[in-house]
């Protein structure tokens, strides 16, 4: 399987097959394929020839999440700012949401924020932190990790390059 660049997953029909021989009991899936075995091509022709750039893309997807007003409308500047104790957080802080902006990730840090609320609030557990995401102090503020940057004294630039 490959992956277009909407990160949207792409079968050939050896996938296809594949698929099908490890796990014969797919029934309304393999069916739905078996009958469709003929147009797999033309899809993943069609994944492959993008109407609009993935920036685009992105951003429309982003319009559709949902988010209560209360989030959508929050300055998560300030928001995050505040959990600051100390002027070094207060700088880092700044720092890092100077290159967040400049990416254009405000909504996709106050979704961040409404969801760890919203497990927070119906006692889902998620986990301590994982991958180049540990190194963002912000993140950390916001609650997706547990992993302090500041302490180990990890680099912003490993998580937004």
């Given at each position: 399987?490959?992956v277009?660049?909407y990160?949207?997953?792409v079968?050939?029909?050896?996938?296809v097959?594949?698929?099908?021989?490890?796990?014969?009991?797919?029934?309304?899936?393999g069916?739905?394929l078996?009958?469709n075995?003929s147009n797999i091509?033309?899809?993943?022709?069609?994944?492959?020839e993008?109407?609009i750039d993935v920036d685009?893309?992105h951003k429309?997807?982003?319009?559709q999440w949902f988010m209560?007003?209360e989030?959508?409308n929050l300055?998560i500047?300030?928001?995050?700012?505040?959990?600051?104790?100390?002027?070094?957080?207060?700088?880092?802080?700044?720092e890092e949401?100077?290159?967040y902006?400049?990416?254009d990730l405000?909504?996709l840090l106050r979704?961040l924020l409404?969801l760890?609320d919203?497990?927070?609030e119906?006692?889902?557990i998620?986990g301590?932190g994982?991958?180049?995401?540990?190194s963002s102090y912000?993140?950390?503020?916001?609650?997706?990790?547990?992993?302090?940057?500041?302490y180990y004294?990890?680099?912003?630039?490993?998580?937004?390059?």
């Open positions: 399987m490959k277009d660049v990160g949207q997953p079968y050939t029909e050896q996938d097959c594949d698929e099908l021989m490890r796990n014969p009991n797919l029934e309304d899936y069916t739905f078996v009958e075995l091509g033309s899809i993943v022709n069609q994944y492959h993008p109407e685009e893309y429309q997807n982003q319009q209560p007003d989030y959508k300055d500047a300030k928001h995050i700012l505040e959990l600051c104790e100390t002027d070094a957080e207060l700088q880092r802080v700044g949401l100077l290159l902006q400049e990416r405000f909504d979704y409404y760890v919203t497990m927070k119906h006692a889902i998620w301590v994982r991958g180049s995401s540990v912000v993140l950390y503020l916001i609650g997706i990790h547990k992993i302090n940057s500041m004294d990890l680099d912003i630039r490993e998580f937004l390059r």
